[in-house]
C-alpha cells in the first residue's frame, strides 16, 4: 500500500487529532478562566455604509458597546485583520465607557483582498491606561494611551457577503429603493448574459440604502460609493460628524445628487445642516401644479405613458454674481427653465434636481429612465434595460449579448510599483556565486590538485574554497544592502481649475532597510477646524492578485496599531525588505497645475479658456474648438498627452424610440498631443483642436479603441502606449464603450471593463457639461517623478520616485442640451 493512501494518511492523523482534542478540553476552562468573563459587550451591527462591504478597500464598522462594569474608565478597542506579510493591523479606537448604557461608534478598517464572507474577526477590548511616552506602534495618534487589561475579547464572523472589488455602488438616501435606479444593477439569468456585469455596458451598480442617521462619521467610510443620490430624508438628522464626513467626501471628488423635497427646504436652512453653501448659488423658485408632460423627452423613451399631471417643480435661475462653478445649469425645460444645477466643490460637486423625481407615479413606471435622465447627471453610459426586457429581447429576437473578455484597468499598479533593481543584482551575484563555487570546489579544484600531487589535501582545499566564496557572498550581500529609506509609487492626481484644492491617491512600495519598527506617515498639519490633525489616509495594501490568500508570511509576524479614525500612520514591522501601502491626500495645490494666459499684449483677465465653432468648408459641417493657451509648472514634462473637449450634452431626442446602445451623453472630442508638454511651454488649444496639429478623433471612436487588443494568449499588453491606454480607460470609465447588441449566437468575444482599485476616480461627471480635460503622466519611463503625498519614515520626509498621472479639468460656461422642437440643423447659443 502507498504510503500516500488514505488509510495510511488516517492512521497518522487519528493521534494529532485526539491530541488537539484532548489539549482543547484541557486548557479551554483554564483560559477561559483566567480571562474570566467579559467585562464588556461589543457586537457590530452595520458592516459598512449601507451593508457595502467591498474587498481590498476601507470599510465602515458600526460598533456597539456596553461596558458592564460599574465604574467611569476609558476603552481601547481593537479589530484585528492581517496584511500581506502575516502581520497583524489591529484598527483601534478610544472611547469613554459609561456603565450599563449601550454606545455606538463608528470604526474604520481595510478590508484585506482576501477576505470571504463569514471570515473570522476578532475584536479586542481593553482598559486605556494612561502612558505619555506610549510608542506609536501602541499609539498612533499620540494621545497617551496603551492597552492595559484585557476586558473582553470576542470573536465574530464577518457578513456572509462580501462584494467584490469590480463591484460597484450608489448611495441612495431614501427609505425604499429608487425602481430607476435599480436598473444600473439590472442582472439577467439567460441568453448567455453574466450575471457579474450589466448585460448591456460594463459595471454594475448596486444601490445601497442609507438613511440620514446612518451616515458614517469619516470621510473614508464613503470610499465604496462613487456617487449618492438623496431621494427622501432631512439633512439635519445626520450628526455634525456625518455631515463634516458627508462634505468632505464630495470635495474629494463624491458626486452628491440631492432631489429637493416638494415640502421645506431643510438644504438651504443655513441652521438645518450646513449645506447651503455647497448648494448652486442661484435663486430657488417652487411652483406646483406643474405637468410632467413637457419634459418627457428627459424622461423617458415612451411617447404613450402616463405622466404626473401636477407635480411641484423647483426652477434654478443663476445669480448675476455667481461664477462658473458656482452655478451650472445641467438640464433645463422647453422653455428653459432649468432645472437641473450644479455647483463644483474642490474635486467633487453637488448637483440638486427641481424635478419631482421621486413622484409615486414615476416610481411606479420604473422612471425615470437611467438612459435619458441619469446618464445626464451621473455621468454613465450604456443601456440599463429590466431583466424582463432584456429577457423579452433574448427570446423573441435572438439576441444575445457577445462573450466578454475582461480588461482590468488597474491590472498594472503592482508593476509600476514594484521594485528590481537591487533584487536583481542580489539574484544575479548569488547564482554567480553558486555557480562558480561549485566549480572551483568540485571540478576545477580537484583537477588543479590531482595535477599538482596534492589531491590528499583536498577537504582542506574544498574547506578553504568554502571560506573564500561565504566572504564574497557575504561582502557582496552587504554591498547590495539598502541603507536608506526609498519608494516606488503610481499617484493619480486631480485638479479642477479654481478650485483650492488638489486630490492625489498613491501606491507605494517603501523600502525599510532596517529591523524593528518604522514609522510610516502622510500626516500633515490642515488649516480649518481640525488644527494640528490630518485627515489624509494611509493603510497597509495588497494586488488584487493575492485575493486567494497569503502568498507569503514572514515567521516573525506580529501585530501594530493603527488609529482607526484617523488612519494617517502606523509603526509597522521593518525587516529590511519592502512594505506596500495606498495613500490619501487632499489639500491646497502645491503644484502649478495647467492654467490659462493672457495673449501677448492683452489685459490679464483675458486669461481663459472660451468655446467656439468655426464654419466647415464648402458645406462641409463645422465643429465646436476650445480658444485659449495654456501653461503648466509641473515638476516635469507631462507625456502622452490626451486633450478632451467637452463641448456640452447631446441634444434630447423626440420619444418614441429607443435610446442607441452606444449613445454618449457628452458631445466630446479627444486629441493626442505627438510630444510632451514641457513646463511653461505655451499649449495653443485653439491650434489643437482645429488645425490638426495632433492626433485627433471624436471622443466616441477615440473611447473605443482603449480596450481594442489589450489581452492576448500570452496576458496583457506591458508596452507603454498600452499602459498608457489602460490608465485613460480607467479615468474615463463610466464612458467605456458597452457591447454592440447583436442577433444571434456569436463566439466572438467583447471587452469587459473591470475596475477594482480605483472605484470613484473617474472623470465621467465631466462628460455632462462643458469643459476641457487634460490627461498626462510624468515618469513613465524615468521612474523619477515625485508625487504630491507628504510620505515620511521616522518623521524624514522621503521623495519617492515613480508614475504620476495628472488628471485637470478646466469647466467651461454650461450649455443645458436641446429640447427636441428647438433644434435645428447647426443653431447656436
Not at 152 to 163: C, Y
Not at 192 to 212: D, F, K, N, Y
Not at 348 to 354: K, M, S
Not at 723 to 733: K, N
Request: hydrophobic share 45%.
Amino acid at each position: 500500500m502507498s504510503a500516500l493512501s488514505p488509510q495510511t494518511g488516517a492512521v497518522h492523523l487519528l493521534p494529532r487529532s485526539l491530541l488537539a482534542l484532548i489539549l482543547g478540553l484541557v486548557l479551554l476552562p483554564l483560559v477561559a478562566s483566567a480571562q474570566g468573563p467579559s467585562e464588556v459587550s461589543v457586537s457590530i451591527d452595520r458592516w459598512g455604509a449601507g451593508g457595502a462591504v467591498r474587498r481590498g478597500e476601507m470599510a465602515a464598522l458600526r460598533m456597539v458597546i456596553t461596558d458592564l462594569g460599574t465604574r467611569q474608565r476609558e476603552l481601547l478597542v481593537r479589530l484585528e485583520f492581517r496584511d500581506s506579510d502575516g502581520d497583524s493591523p489591529q484598527y483601534q479606537a478610544v472611547l469613554a465607557g459609561n456603565p450599563g448604557i449601550e454606545q455606538r461608534v463608528w470604526m474604520y478598517a481595510r478590508v484585506p483582498a482576501w477576505a470571504r464572507g463569514g471570515d473570522p474577526l476578532t475584536v479586542v477590548v481593553y482598559e486605556a491606561e494612561e502612558d505619555p511616552a506610549a510608542p506609536a506602534e501602541v499609539d498612533p495618534a499620540g494621545r497617551g494611551v496603551r492597552p492595559g487589561r484585557v476586558v473582553a475579547r470576542v470573536p465574530i464572523a464577518m457578513p456572509a457577503r462580501i462584494a467584490e472589488p469590480y463591484e460597484a455602488f450608489i448611495g441612495v438616501v431614501a427609505r425604499q429603493q429608487s425602481p430607476s435606479l435599480s436598473l444600473y444593477g439590472t442582472t439577467a439569468s439567460g441568453g448567455g448574459i453574466g450575471e457579474e456585469w450589466a448585460p448591456m455596458a460594463h459595471e454594475r451598480v448596486s444601490q445601497v440604502m442609507l438613511t440620514p442617521g446612518e451616515i458614517p462619521d469619516r470621510w473614508f467610510g464613503l470610499l465604496t460609493m462613487g456617487w449618492m443620490v438623496w431621494l427622501d430624508g432631512s439633512p439635519a438628522d445626520m450628526s455634525p460628524d456625518a455631515a463634516a464626513a458627508l462634505r468632505e467626501w464630495v470635495s474629494r471628488g463624491g458626486h452628491l445628487v440631492i432631489v429637493l423635497p416638494t415640502a421645506g427646504q431643510s438644504w438651504v436652512s443655513r441652521e438645518g445642516s450646513g449645506f447651503a453653501e455647497l448648494l448652486p448659488r442661484a435663486r430657488i423658485t417652487r411652483r406646483e401644479g406643474v405637468a410632467m408632460e413637457p419634459y418627457r423627452p428627459m424622461l423617458t423613451d415612451s411617447a404613450t405613458i402616463q405622466l404626473p399631471t401636477s407635480t411641484v417643480l423647483h426652477e434654478f435661475t443663476p445669480l448675476a454674481d455667481a461664477s462658473v462653478a458656482e452655478a451650472i445649469r445641467v438640464l433645463s425645460g422647453p422653455d428653459g427653465e432649468c432645472v437641473v444645477a450644479r455647483r463644483l466643490v474642490g474635486t467633487g460637486a453637488v448637483t440638486v434636481i427641481g424635478l419631482d423625481v421621486n413622484h409615486v407615479a414615476l416610481r411606479g413606471a420604473g422612471l425615470p429612465q437611467p438612459e435619458r435622465f441619469w446618464h445626464r447627471i451621473l455621468g454613465m453610459r450604456g443601456l440599463r434595460p429590466s431583466s424582463a426586457e432584456l429577457q423579452r429581447l433574448v427570446d423573441v429576437g435572438g439576441a444575445t449579448v457577445r462573450q466578454r473578455s475582461s480588461v482590468w484597468v488597474d491590472e498594472d499598479i503592482p508593476t509600476i510599483i514594484a521594485r528590481r533593481g537591487r533584487a536583481t543584482a542580489g539574484v544575479l551575484l548569488g547564482f554567480m556565486v553558486f555557480v562558480s563555487y561549485w566549480i572551483v570546489a568540485g571540478p576545477l579544484g580537484f583537477a588543479l590538485m590531482k595535477r599538482y600531487g596534492v589531491q590528499q589535501h583536498a577537504w582542506l582545499g574544498f574547506f578553504g574554497v568554502g571560506a573564500v566564496f561565504t566572504g564574497i557572498a557575504w561582502g557582496g550581500a552587504t554591498f547590495l544592502r539598502p541603507r536608506e529609506v526609498s519608494a516606488t509609487h503610481l499617484t493619480l492626481v486631480d485638479h479642477v481649475y479654481g478650485q483650492p484644492v488638489q486630490r492625489a491617491r498613491s501606491w507605494m512600495s517603501v523600502l525599510l532597510p532596517e529591523y524593528g519598527r518604522a514609522l510610516v506617515s502622510v500626516t500633515e498639519p490642515i488649516v480649518g477646524n481640525l488644527p494640528g490633525q490630518s485627515r489624509n489616509t494611509i493603510v497597509p495594501w495588497e494586488a488584487r492578485s493575492v485575493d486567494t490568500g497569503l502568498s507569503f508570511t514572514f515567521p516573525d509576524s506580529s501585530s501594530y496599531a493603527v488609529e482607526s479614525r484617523q488612519p494617517s500612520q502606523m509603526a509597522v514591522p521593518s525587516r529590511a525588505t519592502i512594505k506596500q501601502f495606498q495613500a490619501e491626500w487632499s489639500g491646497g495645490p502645491k503644484w502649478g497645475m495647467p492654467r490659462p494666459v493672457a495673449p501677448e499684449g492683452a489685459a490679464p483677465e483675458s486669461a481663459r479658456l472660451t468655446p467656439s465653432f468655426i464654419q466647415g468648408a464648402a458645406g462641409a459641417r463645422g465643429r465646436d474648438i476650445v480658444v485659449g493657451t495654456l501653461v503648466h509648472e509641473l515638476p516635469a514634462s507631462l507625456e502622452n498627452v490626451v486633450v478632451i473637449f467637452v463641448a456640452g450634452q447631446e441634444a434630447l431626442v423626440q420619444p418614441g424610440g429607443t435610446t442607441p446602445g452606444q449613445f454618449m451623453v457628452g458631445n466630446a472630442y479627444a486629441f493626442r498631443l505627438t510630444s510632451p508638454w514641457a513646463p511653461g511651454q505655451p499649449l495653443d488649444l485653439e491650434r489643437v483642436t482645429s488645425e490638426g496639429a495632433t492626433i485627433s478623433v471624436g471622443a466616441s471612436e477615440f473611447i473605443r479603441d482603449l480596450l481594442k487588443n489589450q489581452v492576448s494568449a500570452a496576458g496583457y499588453r506591458m508596452a507603454p502606449e498600452a499602459i498608457w491606454d489602460r490608465q485613460v480607460a480607467q479615468a474615463l470609465f463610466p464612458m467605456l464603450a458597452p457591447p454592440e447588441f447583436t442577433t444571434g449566437i456569436t463566439t466572438q468575444t467583447q471587452e469587459l471593463a473591470r475596475r477594482g482599485a480605483t472605484h470613484g476616480w473617474d472623470l465621467g461627471l465631466w462628460f455632462t457639461q462643458p469643459c476641457v480635460i487634460i490627461l498626462g503622466q510624468m515618469g513613465a519611463t524615468t521612474r523619477d517623478a515625485p508625487t504630491p503625498v507628504p510620505l515620511s519614515v521616522d518623521g524624514r520626509a522621503i521623495a519617492a520616485q515613480g508614475r504620476t498621472v495628472v488628471r485637470w479639468v478646466y469647466p467651461l460656461p454650461d450649455r443645458p442640451p436641446r429640447q427636441p422642437a428647438s433644434i435645428t440643423e447647426r443653431e447656436r447659443d
